[in-house]
């Protein structure tokens, strides 16, 4: 059986997607501050991290906890408010990609959870 | 058990480690974080054969540098690995010209000593001076000779741009290390409208890749866009409006924030590419200088649709370093 990422298009579909994803951050005023000060390749480097994750490629992203990687954005005032708003901009970047409903379903519940593990309620 | 130099010493590795654990083993600090090779806060490089793996994703221009995901490559015995902005090829060279181009800007031509020391026009190399003092200054002139043309700006109270700019040094020997980076010009962008745009001695580097491009009679159109304060930091205006009248394709773009609007654009360069037309699929982007400039004229160029992949940047951080000799 072929997994979700092989679905969505493996790493061509990340590659594509975190362009789309990483234009809409950049202009939403709920979020793109905590994305401002580093500089853009590495960002969307990370950024590219995430969409892995989330599009269930990296069963052997062994870097940083989840917790760990976003402590200094919780120190920064991150909410479940920007949670929201990335589980919502990554599910507009999906669409544009022509991914089915079905899959973009299952990519928001894995980004979903690790709310709390973002958060650092976890 | 495998040994790998890294910085000129010498290290132990065990069998199959990754570069990454094998320097933290060392007590080596090496940012990393996903150690999957897809954040690429590990990047290290290296003249020895990689694993396709190590560099999966990377730009061509990053590959062919040697850049690699250290978390991703198991140390091969004697590889030599450097950070990404140094290198081991170096040439001594001799200063041969200092010839002023504006009022604070000034060429310096250097005879490369080692016809061996191959660049591409727009990278960078590291001037070491017979002290130590080191900066890095772009190539603005084109590939494949053998004396190379820097353009440096005089920051007062700056060390070594107020040495270039000021003392007579006809004849002065230096260390060139590099060439580093990834801003310069390919035949691959044949197809490509060239998007140049930079701040004060930034135009450097969009020199030699507008020289190369030239005299690789590129086709497609080149936007050259050169910002300063005030007319005053502005140079090169006559060589580069000539070749634009010689070269159709070409146009130059000069904007100064404040001065004659009848002679100059006037505006914020920032603005001045927001407004600018642009064929965002097929662009490739240059962008060189300041800092905090650089980093928000890629990010507009990239939100009017040019893929990261074809944006490629040098901003002027300034360094404080000292390198042997
Ligand atoms: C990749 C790269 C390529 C570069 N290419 C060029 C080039 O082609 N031409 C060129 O002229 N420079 C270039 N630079 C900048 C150059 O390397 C030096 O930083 C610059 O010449 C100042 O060195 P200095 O020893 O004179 O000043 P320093 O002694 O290092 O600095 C003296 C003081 O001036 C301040 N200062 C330093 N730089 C600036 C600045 N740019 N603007 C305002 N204040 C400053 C410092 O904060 C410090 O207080 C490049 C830098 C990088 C990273
Ligand atoms: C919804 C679930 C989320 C997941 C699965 C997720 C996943 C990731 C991953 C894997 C990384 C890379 C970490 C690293 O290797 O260093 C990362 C980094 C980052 N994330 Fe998230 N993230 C989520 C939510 C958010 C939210 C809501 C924000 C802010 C609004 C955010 C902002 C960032 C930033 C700014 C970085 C880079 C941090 C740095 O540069 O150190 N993330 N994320």
């Known amino acids: 059986m072929s997994t979700l990422y092989e679905d969505i ?51 052997k992203y062994s870097g940083k906890s989840m917790k760990d ?20 901009l990554l599910g507009e970047t999906l669409k544009e990609l022509d991914v089915a409903d079905d899959k973009i379903q299952q ?7 690790v709310r709390g593990q973002v958060l650092g309620r976890e | 058990m495998p040994t790998f130099i890294f910085k000129e010493q010498k290290y132990q590795a065990n069998e199959n480690q990754t570069v990454l654990d094998a320097l933290i083993n060392n007590g080596i600090e090496i940012q990393n974080s996903c150690r999957s090779g897809v954040c690429q806060s590990c990047l290290l490089k290296t003249e020895s054969t990689v694993e396709s793996l190590a560099q999966k994703g990377l730009k061509d221009t990053q590959k062919k540098e040697g850049l690699f995901f250290s978390c991703q490559q198991t ?59 080191c900066r890095p200054y772009s190539i603005a002139n084109q590939s494949g000779r053998n004396i190379i043309e820097l353009h440096v700006r005089r920051i007062p109270g700056g060390v070594m741009s107020e040495w270039l700019y000021g003392d007579d040094l006809l004849g002065q020997e230096v260390k060139i290390t590099g060439p580093i980076g990834e801003c310069y010009y390919q035949d691959v962008y044949s197809d490509q409208d060239l998007l140049l745009v930079g701040t004060g001695t930034g135009l450097a580097p969009l020199c030699g890749i507008l020289l190369d491009a030239l005299e690789s009679n590129h086709s497609k159109k080149i936007y050259l866009h050169h910002g300063a304060l005030d007319e005053e930091g502005l140079y090169y205006v006559e060589k580069l409006k000539s070749l634009a009248n010689e070269n159709p394709n070409f146009e130059y773009i000069p904007a100064v924030l404040k001065g004659d609007s009848d002679k100059y654009n006037v505006g914020n360069i920032v603005d001045i590419i927001k407004e ?20 928000a004229i890629k990010e507009i160029v990239f939100l009017k649709g040019v893929s990261s992949k074809k944006i490629f940047s040098d901003p002027f951080v300034i360094s404080k370093k000292t390198c042997s000799v």
């Open chain 1, 69 to 88: 990687a976003h402590s200094h954005l919780v120190e920064r005032g991150l909410v479940d408010s920007h949670v929201d708003a990335v589980v919502e």
């Open chain 1, 9 to 59: 298009g493996g790493e061509a579909a990340v590659d594509a997607a975190v362009e789309i994803f990483y234009r809409k951050v950049l202009v939403d005023d709920r979020i793109k501050s905590f994305f401002n000060d580093v500089d853009m390749e590495k960002q969307m480097a990370k950024q590219k991290s995430f969409l892995t994750f989330a599009f269930g490629g990296s069963s």
């Open chain 2, 276 to 295: 600018a037309k642009l064929n965002v699929k097929d662009t490739t982007t240059f962008i060189c200088g300041d800092p905090d400039i650089v980093k």
């Open chain 1, 107 to 113: 990519v928001v519940t894995i980004a979903e959870s």
């Open chain 2, 75 to 133: 140390v091969v015995e004697g590889m030599e690995i450097f950070e990404c902005h140094e290198s081991n090829k170096s040439s001594v060279g001799v200063i041969i010209a200092q010839e002023p181009l504006s009022a604070s800007v000034v060429l310096v031509k250097i005879d490369i000593k080692d016809k061996s020391f191959g660049y591409n026009a727009g990278q960078f190399i590291n001037l070491v001076r017979s002290d130590g003092l």
